[in-house]
């Protein structure tokens, strides 16, 4: 494996009733801005919960941040951040409003021009508002890692950036969040922490048991465990072990010293950024494309995955990987999300713009940097 | 999966070479004490790498600690770190020198009486001097943990503290310092990064499919690179994989949410303190015993170790029962250490004097703590 640091001091509190525990995990005196997004948090209990919680502190509320979370939204709540003197915040909701409100807690502090520039270029972060969460749908592995994705709409941009500044103090991880959720959700979060595992362990091998075994398990139980959660939205054991599984898969842990992929990911994001589709589907889309047009590759480990992951030991190194791609599809079908550009009524237009974003950027993705234009046009064609 | 709480912010600095980065993890201005043990690093180059990152601070050097570290020894250096005002403590060994350096940090600010009482009543640590760490010796987990066992000569007491005052800041991770260890050192920290994997694995069930996977993703792990380091010494990726797999088998991540035994070590502790066997010695001996007692409450997890990790998936249960631990044994024997009592020169009149200690205690031990002198006994009658 190659050499690495990892440091990952998020406070994890998991399990049935401790969002009781929020208020105390909140340092005297602070001033709250709870952020929240469409207002699920009302209708299942969340919200009360976490209130009674934090009675005794200022709070104010800041809600309606979106999924795929809007920098123009964001700003405004920096606004009331700076205004108020918030000193703490305090996300209630998925992935989008955690994103959203790291990049509040670091665009409120941010002293060096104008905050779009943290996404644009890179601008380093070297302070934030601290900030809790308490976690309503396992997916994007946010509350346990240093990382945002926004949105720019009106320039269709879809743009990261990561901070040990924004990692939160504390995460709450109650499993029961998942009972009222709709299916779509829970589909998306399955199959967003599928492909966090697969975008840091679908490379080429570095002699790394370690991380291969874990990104392994993770990818086991996120196959067992899924569709139990779909099958049974109030199965409590089989919610928990999907958000452990989804927070496992994006803390950093299993992709210490080994090369990372993200390809994927750009390229859904851009699928996000033209047509709206939700993360998890362009995820779905796109992955089983670049497994196709990079399977030489990754060919050691994409027969690892068969054999370890989906039981595929038969049959020469082609039907393998073939196989192995296939299951993967199969496996994201199963749980409801389609893998194809013509499922959300996307075609050969929104490859070329595609195409042209990439060409225009100037760099490539992928583990080798080496998924460009040329190769991103045959992954999304393969996706027709 | 039972509710948790788990936060650990130890900052992992891994690979050849990383050596060097030890002075840039201390804050500026700090006054150290560099703490090590018998003399090893001066042969093998740790020494020299380290005080060449630290030039510049103002550094006192405090060595000669134990194995099984002493209570006695390290009070000395506490008197040091009182008398010179340090603010930094640098552990440069295993985790016996980082055992003792964090029984310092805790007992030089420790203001509540004697700092016996840590040890001896679980006196609460508020405060404790920062540590980092330079491991020379992969085995306890020493590096990415709040615990430390220390051990009083003049009572013939081995007994263990823990707090996150005593977190390592930062631990250096450099598998080369592997290269230059006798056998011995290498083979118990094989087994005893093992036997801290079977303690929060071998237990009962509670449908924890994380939990279980990564367990058995370092004990597989174990099984097949430890063997590896032995038979070559300077195999990098060898030894870079047997170190970051003892970092993993104890530093809470697996045991998050599930039972924990703790009897191996419980019942071990008192084999080192009064015949000074070795830690990881005293482990390959009572853990067959444990299996074998206990086999019908650890029936499940037994029956999970022996076809997941050692692939036993036939005959009925208790010939796949006496297997596994068969197996286990083989395994310790293997890499060299003995698993029966008399192999030390240990026979009955230890095993009496182990019991009485454990009925003037007055506790039991084991995941359900229904292990005590009677089951000790049978325990250690089935090592004679």
Redo the contacts between chains.
Sequence with gaps: ??????????????????ITKVGQNIPEGSKILLTYGGGSIFKNGVYDQVKSSIKGFEVIEFGAIEPNPHYETLMKAVEVAKKENITFLLSVGGGSVLDGTKFIAAATRFSKGDPWNILSRHATVTDAIPIGAVLTLPATGSEMNSGAVITRVEFQEKLAFMSPFVMPKFSVLDPEVIFSLPERQVANGIVDSFVHVIEQYLTFPV????QD??A???L??LI??GPKVLANRTDY?AA??LM??ST?ALNG?IG??VPQDWATHMIGHELTAFHGIDHAQTLAIVLPGVMHIKRDQKKDKILQLGDRVWGINEGNDEERINLTILKTVEFFESVGIPTKLPNYQVGTDTIDTICDRFTKRGYKVGEKADVGPAEIRLILEDRL
Tied chains: 1, 2.
């Design positions: 494996m190659y050499n690495f640091e990892y440091q990952n001091p998020v406070k994890i509190i998991f399990g049935k009733g401790e002699n790394s048991p370690i075994r874990f392994e398990s993770i086991k139980t067992e465990e054991e928990a072990n452990w599984s496992m842990l210490v010293g």
